[in-house]
């Protein structure tokens, strides 16, 4: 059964870093791509990170060259290092383990989510 465990979030100052990680049980975290989501209220899930298991990485616009993805094989874990951060910024993160190129990209398995909240 495959599970991850997500961890990383809480509250930050506009400007500020976190860095979100999600741990992969389960076996398939080497032989899978994987992504980052993020959900505000009333909102669908958006796609923000996405990495190949090479390391190959995409982002969404709002994010790019202040966002990170990054995954530790030895550890099955993936992370999410987010600097510069802004208000909008703020909602429920969730990690995911899936199949197919950014493009096309297809989620399986979801994490529980993590709250990051910008705020002054």
């Known amino acids: 059964q495959v599970e991850l465990v997500e961890s990383g979030g809480g509250l930050v100052q506009p400007g500020g870093s976190l860095r979100l990680s999600c741990v992969v049980a389960?076996?398939?975290?080497?032989?899978?791509?994987m992504a980052w989501y993020r959900q505000t209220p009333g909102q669908q899930r958006e796609l923000v990170a996405y990495?190949?298991?090479?390391?190959?990485?995409n982002y969404v616009d709002s994010v790019a060259g202040r966002f990170t993805i990054s995954r530790d094989d030895a550890k099955n874990t993936l992370y999410l290092q987010m600097n510069s951060l802004k208000p909008e910024d703020t909602a429920v993160y969730y990690c995911?383990?899936?199949?197919?190129?950014?493009?096309?990209?297809?989620?399986?398995?979801w994490g529980q989510g993590t709250q990051v909240t910008v705020s002054s």
């Open positions: 389960g076996g398939l975290f080497n032989l899978n791509p």
């Open positions: 995911n383990l899936g199949s197919g190129p950014y493009t096309n990209y297809k989620p399986h398995y």
């Open positions: 990495s190949t298991t090479l390391g190959r990485t």
